[in-house]
């Protein structure tokens, strides 16, 4: 399987703020996704990260709050925007050239 | 709309212990079943199932799908400190996309 880095592995920001989570992968890959675990939940998908166009947002995520690049296969960005405490959660990148996914390591986001 | 329920949702065993985590799933159209095991952050996949009544083994944890009766089960024998963690179970929805949707996971504590 591919090996993901994400970075950063943790952050703490204060609300009102904006934090750039990036995704790099080893290898060139079809499917790049976007998912978020609030405290004690599970994991939700955000988007799909589409090389060359605009991702595919889920319901209850949209592109102001939560912009995403991919400009190649095997580089993509989410950006966490104007947040607040219920941004607070992990925020996985998974990749996957058709299934199984595979994860990245995660970023613990905190907001204050 | 489609759905992956887990049971139970915690768990506390002692060591050398054997315990069966449940997967139930509604989902038009199903093309596979997967579990992950979650520890700190992020998943890390253990196994994809497809076909009913096939056992996926890999050394103490097994699993096996029935599709008629829509759920899968992991069985983890022996089971060792290292085991703790939270399980995950989930399923492409319709539509051929191959993101994934989550269930709540089960969360496996294991005491010396």
């Known amino acids: 399987s591919a090996v993901i880095s994400q970075k950063p592995s943790r952050d703490i920001c204060q609300r009102g703020t904006s934090l750039t989570i990036q995704c790099q992968v080893d290898?060139?890959?079809?499917?790049m996704f976007w998912y978020r675990q609030q405290p004690g939940q599970s994991l939700t998908l955000i988007a799909t990260a589409n090389q060359g166009s605009e991702a595919t947002y889920e319901s209850g995520f949209v592109i102001d709050k939560f912009p995403i690049s991919r400009p190649n296969l095997t580089f993509s960005t989410l950006t966490v925007s104007n947040m607040s405490p219920e941004d607070s959660s992990i925020y996985l990148c998974?990749?996957?050239?058709?299934?199984?996914?595979?994860f990245g390591p995660g970023t613990r986001l905190t907001v204050t | 709309e489609d759905k992956v329920v887990q049971s139970p949702l915690s768990l506390v065993v002692h060591e050398g212990d054997t315990v069966t985590l449940n997967c139930s799933y509604e989902?038009?159209?199903?093309?596979?079943l997967l579990w992950y095991k979650q520890e700190k952050k992020a998943p890390t996949f253990l196994f994809m199932l497809t076909s009913s009544g096939i056992e996926k083994k890999s050394g103490r944890l097994s699993s096996i799908l029935d599709k008629k009766e829509l759920f899968s089960i992991l069985n983890i024998t022996a089971t060792q400190t290292g085991d703790s963690a939270v399980y995950l179970c989930?399923?492409?929805?319709?539509?051929?996309?191959?993101?994934?949707?989550f269930g709540k996971g089960t969360k496996l504590t294991v005491n010396p």
């Open positions: 998974s990749v996957g050239q058709g299934l199984p996914q595979y």
């Open positions: 989930a399923v492409p929805p319709q539509g051929g996309s191959e993101k994934l949707v």
């Open positions: 989902v038009t159209n199903f093309r596979s």
């Open positions: 290898s060139q890959v079809t499917m």
